[in-house]
Each structure stands twice: as C-alpha cells, then as structure tokens.
C-alpha cells in the first residue's frame, strides 16, 4: 500500500466514526428520555439542570461500526470486539438502572477476560523501567493485565467529572496511540485508535461546555476499555518495540489522580470508591479556575504528559518512568500546595488585603478610562479589517497544486464553518470558534504552501505582527482579558493542528516546503485566533459576515485550484 493510500485511508477511517458520531449521538438524547436515563443534578454535580447521559452510547456505536468496516479480523481485532460488546452492555445497563459497583466491576474484569483469553494479549513484559532489569510476570501476567484494564477503566470513568472532560484526554491519547502505532507499524492499532479519535471527536460537538448530553458510564467505561487494550496490545509488539512505561506515560494524567483520590480516601478510613470532591478538576475548581478553564488546563497537562511519551521513546525505561513521576509530582503537589497556601487562580482576583494592585489604580485613572473607551468603540472595525486582509490573499496570491480529494476537503470544512454559524445555542459557539480557527489554519498553510516570491511572505508576516499588535493592545485594555482565552474545544484544535506538521508531516516523509509552511502556519494563526475571539465577543449573534467571508476564501481557493 503506498503511502497516499495509506493517509486516504486513515482519513477514510476516522472521517467515518466521525459522522456515525455526528448521527447516532443526538439520537440518544431521545433514547435516553424515553427510557428516563438522565442525570439530576446532585450536591457533587457541575451542571444544574437534568441532562441525559446515554451519549456514551453513541460513542460506542460508532466506534464499533467503523471497526466492524475497516479493521482487519484477526485474533486482537476479534478480542478486542468481544470485550467491547461486554463493556458497553456493563455500562448502558448501569446507565439505565443505576446497579452496585460489584456488578461494574464484574462486567469490567468479564470485558478484561475475554480480551485476553480470545487473544488480545496480556502484559507478559513490563521492561526495566525499575533500573533493576527486565521485569517478566509469567504466571501472574493475566491477573496483573486483568486489574491494569480495570483500572483503567475505572480512571477514565472517574475523570468524567466536567463536560467535554473525559472524552478530550481520550481524544489526545487517541492521537498519541495513533502515533505510537504508526511508529510500531500495527496496522489495527492505528486504525482503532483514528476510529476512536473519530467517535469522540463527533460526541464532542454535543459534550463540550455547555454540554447538551453526558456520556455515562456507557461512555466512560468504552474510553478507558479501548485505550487499556490499545495500551496492552501496542506496549507488547516486539518489533519494533515502544515500551509500556512510555504507553502508560500518554495515559498517566488520569491514572494518577484516581491513584492519588483511591490513597487520600484509604488514609482517611473511607473506602476507596466513595463519591467525593478531591480529583483534580475540583480542585482546580475550588482555586477559582471557571469549568472550561479547568477542562483547558487538563487538556494541556494531558498533551504534556503525551509530547514528553513521545520525545522519550527509544530512550531508557528508568528515564521515561521518572519523567512521569517528576512530572507528575510536579503537578498534582503543585496544586497541592496552591490549595494549602488557600491561594487562588482566578485572574479577577484584583485585590490583596485592603491595599490595591498598581494595575488596579492604573484602570481607575480619568485616562485609562479614556482610552479604553476608544478601544472599545473601534474593536469591531479593526477586528473586522484584519480578518478581511487575511482572506482578501485568496484571490490573487499563487496556490498549490491541490487533489480531488484536498479540494473535497477544503469544500467540507467551508460547509462545517457555515453550518455552525447559523447554530445560535451557547453549546455551539465553541464548536463555530473551534471550526474557524480549523478554517483561519488551512488559510495560512494554502497561502504558505503556494509561495512563490518573498512579497507575498513579507504580506503574511506584516498582518500577523499587526493582529499580534492589536491582540495585546486588547487584552491591556479590556475589562475583563479572560473572555479572549481559547475554549477547551478550541484549545482541543489547537493541540491537534499542532500535531500535523510537527508529528504527521514528517512521518509521512512530507517534502521539506510542505513541512516548513505548516509550522509556520500554526505561529501565523495564533494572533488571528484572538481576533476571531474578539470579534464574537463583541458580536456574539453578527458573525455571518466573517464566517461568509472565511467560507467564501476556501471556495475561491478550491474554484482557483480546480479551474486554473
């Protein structure tokens, strides 16, 4: 299989789960109604008003058609199916009649065991990440496999706390698997993991804050089976070999917090499974940081924990098991300590004591005030002649050669723009401004790829200083800067464009020009980004004209490039 068939058919596999998820998941809101599988707001919960939780349902759907249609069988792909089948079953009964934990965890070690004795492997090796040498369980490999799966589950079933909050830190182990299995050459692994990235991001669009559906332990309890089996099967490939300490690295943001929960709660005399509010996000929560702003910053911390697995591997396993503890030490007893110190996170905490800030004083002045209204009263014409100048390329600047498929793509991705604009629900404004800056991204990578004359890249290079200008002048003056910080779905596509040409360019073996102007396009859109963000803020229900105008570049691009 050459290599363009290859990438056409990983996009095949994850553009599939995707629409099943796009159409099956708010067929569960109804489901979920009928069957009065919806969740009412406890003295533990985030939300505040009954909200179905069968979404996870809809995940699973999805992921198991596109295995069925494009996974080859083979004794891991059988094993790996029959497991699902069980897990999903476990958790949509649960979901339904709310049964013990005893009866999760027997449907959780039945879903282990038949992953394992089908022929989905066990964790026979665990390295030498000790520094003691090889570590080799033997007999004890199949119990020892049986608890790690169960844990696993149990993690991600425990991080499902805040909306869009499991399925992101799914959603970015699933691309760092994916890399993981390109890396190994394991063909069914990278396909599940693009179908599991697909299924997640499609529930995504209805899970993100605010979310319309929840996940349930159907949901939940399928992310952390497929990421445990991903884990097991691609940690014991022999050849070429990524180590399980360095798997387990991408993964260890949620393994250590129910670790850490599970120890406080034992150290205090309560069991270990009872409900509480000590995981980290409501930690973070209780420093001040706002539900998105939570789910941002595990988002962040999840994709660390991913990009220094990756810089790691082939390096020893002592090294890689040290990263995740320093790393991990440095994380959770860093806000540890905040929550000690009762010191909090939230940048409108303005005060300290009865004595004001210098910047505080600053915002009062007669010519702060003056200034700031001259800001106000010009951010929507700035905003909006700096977002016309980084279309206007598309009329004139040289392009690249394009395929059938490309310009499909960039046809598609205008639409999604356009369909989003005309949701008007607070759930949907993420995705719109998520999907911009997906649309502002391939902008920028199009006029890169076709440069033909260092005017044009002096044009790039001048409106985006000037975006960055306007940005910070912004931000100095605004009332209240933390409205222009990127969403945890925006945030989501932001990581994920990120890993394009830093990761999946060069294993592609991608020319150097087609590398080189994909990271520049990830510096060039970051101030563009902002701009989008300022200009929704301040037209929350006007944006047709930018989203037309965004829509309208990427099909002249696609009219330039298909008719000459």
């Given at each position: 299989m ?8 990983l996009?095949?596999?994850f553009?599939?789960a995707?629409?099943?998820?796009l ?23 985030s ?10 349902l ?10 069925l249609m494009?996974?080859p ?8 199916l ?7 079953a476990?958790g ?10 005893r009866w999760k965890f027997l449907g ?6 038949a ?10 090796h665990?390295?030498n990440?000790?520094?003691f040498?090889?570590?080799?369980l033997?007999s ?7 608890f790690?799966m ?21 959603a970015?182990?699933?691309?760092f698997?994916a890399?993981f299995a ?5 063909t ?5 993991s ?5 299924a997640v991001?499609?529930f995504l ?5 605010p979310?319309r ?9 399928t ?5 445990a089996?991903?884990l097991v ?9 990524i180590s399980?300490v ?9 393994l250590?917090?129910?670790l850490?929960v599970m120890?406080r709660?034992?150290?205090?005399g309560?069991?270990?499974f009872l409900p509480?509010?000590?995981?980290l996000h ?6 001040g940081?706002t539900?998105?702003g939570?789910?941002?910053v595990?988002?962040v911390?999840?994709?660390f924990?991913?990009?220094?697995a ?9 090294y890689?098991?040290?990263?995740l ?5 440095i994380?959770?007893?860093g ?5 000690q110190?009762?010191?909090?996170l939230?940048?409108?905490?303005t005060?300290v ?6 910047y505080?004083s ?8 003056k200034?700031?209204?001259?800001v ?8 909006l002649f700096?977002?016309?100048i980084?279309c206007?390329p598309a009329?004139?600047?040289?392009l690249?050669?394009l395929?059938?498929?490309e310009?499909l793509?960039l046809?598609m991705?205008?639409?999604m723009?356009?369909f989003?604009?005309l949701?008007?629900s607070a759930?949907h ?8 800056y ?6 920028f ?9 260092e ?11 000037l975006?960055?200008v306007w940005v910070?002048?912004?931000i100095f ?17 932001l990581?994920?464009s990120w ?12 020319a150097d020009?087609t590398i080189?102007s994909g990271?520049l ?6 101030p ?11 037209q ?9 105008m965004f829509?309208?570049a990427m ?10």
């Amino acid at each position: 299989m050459n290599q363009i068939l290859q990438f056409e058919t990983l996009g095949l596999v994850f553009f599939t789960a995707l629409f099943l998820s796009l159409f099956i998941v708010p067929a569960t809101i109804v489901l979920a109604r009928k069957i009065g599988a919806v969740d009412v707001p406890k003295s533990r919960s985030s939300h505040s008003t009954p909200t179905t939780r069968l979404g996870g349902l809809g995940i699973a759907a999805s992921l198991f058609l596109a295995c069925l249609m494009f996974l080859p069988f083979n004794s891991f792909v059988n094993a790996f199916l029959a497991g699902l089948l069980i897990i999903i079953a476990t958790g949509l009964i649960d979901d339904i009649a709310q049964i013990s934990p005893r009866w999760k965890f027997l449907g959780q070690i039945l879903a282990a065991l038949a992953f394992i004795y089908l022929g989905g492997g066990s964790l026979e090796h665990l390295g030498n990440f000790l520094g003691f040498g090889d570590i080799s369980l033997h007999s004890l490999a199949i119990p020892f496999t049986i608890f790690c799966m169960v844990g696993g589950m149990n993690a991600f079933n425990l991080s499902d706390g805040l909306d869009g909050l499991a399925a992101g830190l799914a959603a970015i182990a699933a691309v760092f698997f994916a890399y993981f299995a390109w890396q190994i050459r394991a063909t069914d692994l990278l396909l599940l993991s693009l179908a599991l990235l697909g299924a997640v991001m499609g529930f995504l669009r209805y899970n993100s804050y605010p979310a319309r559906l929840f996940m349930g332990d159907c949901g939940s309890l399928t992310l952390g089976y497929v990421l445990a089996a991903l884990l097991v099967g691609g940690s014991q490939h022999m050849q070429p070999n990524i180590s399980l300490v360095t798997w387990v690295l991408v993964v260890s943001l949620p393994l250590l917090d129910t670790l850490l929960v599970m120890a406080r709660r034992l150290r205090h005399g309560h069991s270990p499974f009872l409900p509480d509010r000590t995981h980290l996000h409501h930690r973070l929560l209780a420093l001040g940081l706002t539900h998105p702003g939570v789910v941002a910053v595990m988002y962040v911390a999840m994709a660390f924990f991913g990009l220094v697995a990756m810089i790691l591997v082939g390096f020893p396993d002592v090294y890689v098991f040290a990263a995740l503890l320093i790393i991990g030490g440095i994380l959770f007893g860093g806000v540890a300590a905040l929550q000690q110190r009762k010191l909090l996170l939230s940048p409108r905490q303005t005060h300290v004591g009865k004595k004001k800030q210098p910047y505080t004083s600053l915002r009062q002045s007669a010519y702060f005030q003056k200034i700031a209204g001259r800001v106000c009263t010009f951010s929507l014409p700035i905003s909006l002649f700096l977002l016309t100048i980084l279309c206007f390329p598309a009329l004139f600047f040289p392009l690249p050669e394009l395929n059938r498929n490309e310009v499909l793509a960039l046809l598609m991705m205008a639409g999604m723009v356009v369909f989003y604009s005309l949701q008007h629900s607070a759930a949907h404004a993420g995705m719109l401004h998520g999907s911009v800056y997906v649309s502002i991204f391939i902008l920028f990578f199009m006029y890169n790829l076709g440069m033909k004359n260092e005017g044009f890249s002096l044009y790039l290079t001048t409106i985006s200083l000037l975006a960055l200008v306007w940005v910070a002048f912004k931000i100095f003056f605004r009332k209240n800067p933390q409205v222009i910080l990127p969403s945890s779905f925006e945030l989501l596509m932001l990581l994920l464009s990120w890993f394009i040409p830093f990761v999946l360019l060069p294993e592609f073996n991608s020319a150097d020009s087609t590398i080189q102007s994909g990271r520049l396009a990830c510096l060039q859109v970051l101030p563009f980004m902002l701009v989008t963000k300022i200009f929704f803020n301040s037209q929350p229900q006007g944006n047709n004209w930018v989203v037309g105008m965004f829509a309208g570049a990427m099909l002249v691009i696609a009219m330039r490039v298909s008719f000459g």
